[in-house]
């Protein structure tokens, strides 16, 4: 059973930073491509970056320059440094496969105030 648990968010006013984790358990994601996802409040969930197997990075326009994803395989985890953080980056931020392959965790709530 491949578990993905999501943990570092918090509440940060403009400009602030956080970083979170990914820890999987259960399976190993080394081979896979990871994402970053986040959701407000009644909007669909959207990809914010991803980083493939061989440590490629990929972002979305309104977070780059900002956020930088990485992946430490030996402990099975992935990240999101967050900078320069603004009030449209709240929502859940959650993690899985670019493709959503594994179940979705609780995911990491993420507030930024004005």
């Known amino acids: 059973q491949v578990q993905l648990v999501e943990s570092g968010g918090g509440s940060v006013q403009t400009g602030g930073s956080l970083r979170l984790s990914c820890a999987a358990s259960g399976r190993d994601i080394s081979g896979n491509p990871m994402a970053w996802y986040r959701q407000a409040p009644g909007k669909q969930r959207e990809l914010v970056a991803f980083?493939?197997?061989?440590?490629?990075?990929t972002y979305v326009n309104s977070v780059k320059g900002r956020f930088a994803i990485a992946r430490d395989n030996p402990v099975n985890t992935v990240y999101l440094q967050m900078n320069s953080l603004k009030p449209e980056d709240t929502a859940v931020y959650y993690c899985?496969?670019?493709?959503?392959?594994?179940?979705w965790g609780q995911g990491t709530q993420v507030t930024v105030s004005p």
């Open positions: 980083i493939t197997a061989g440590g490629t990075t």
């Open positions: 899985n496969t670019v493709f959503s392959a594994l179940p």
